[in-house]
């Protein structure tokens, strides 16, 4: 992460900035959070801003990377990952894509 940061051309101090370039300020992230959510759920919902990390590591899984890269990007432990797998895929889908990716391996040798 250090090497992809350090060839990021620098604009300010921080990593996060929004479209002036400036840092965000305290709580404005959550708030622009809040506001999207509203506008793609009007009726709201138990979505949390802490979901979307839960969101990236499903995505992550399903364009088929193991519980291990997941791990590694998100720096999380594998069993945390393999947790929110089974939460948010569930357990039966989550055992499918095991299969398929071991047929898939066991068809390579």
């Known amino acids: 992460m250090r090497d992809v940061l350090a060839r990021i051309p620098k604009r300010t101090p921080v990593i996060l900035t929004h479209s002036k370039k400036e840092p965000w300020a305290p709580g404005s992230l959550t708030n ?6 509203e506008e793609a759920w009007p009726k709201g919902g138990n ?3 802490h979901d979307l990390r839960g969101t990236a590591a499903t995505k992550f899984y399903l364009a088929g990377l193991t519980a291990r890269e997941i791990a590694e990007i998100m720096a999380w432990e594998e ?3 393999e947790r ?3 939460r948010y895929i569930g357990h039966g889908a989550a ?3 095991k299969i398929r990716r071991l047929n898939e391996a ?3 040798t």
Not at 32 to 37: C, H, Y
Request: hydrophobic share 45%; aromatic share 10%; net charge positive.
């Open 95 to 97: 055992l499918k894509e």
């Open 84 to 86: 929110i797998i089974r």
């Open 79 to 81: 069993n945390t990952v």
């Open 47 to 49: 979505l949390h801003f």
């Open 106 to 108: 066991r068809s390579r």
């Open 32 to 37: 622009a959070f809040d506001r999207a959510k």
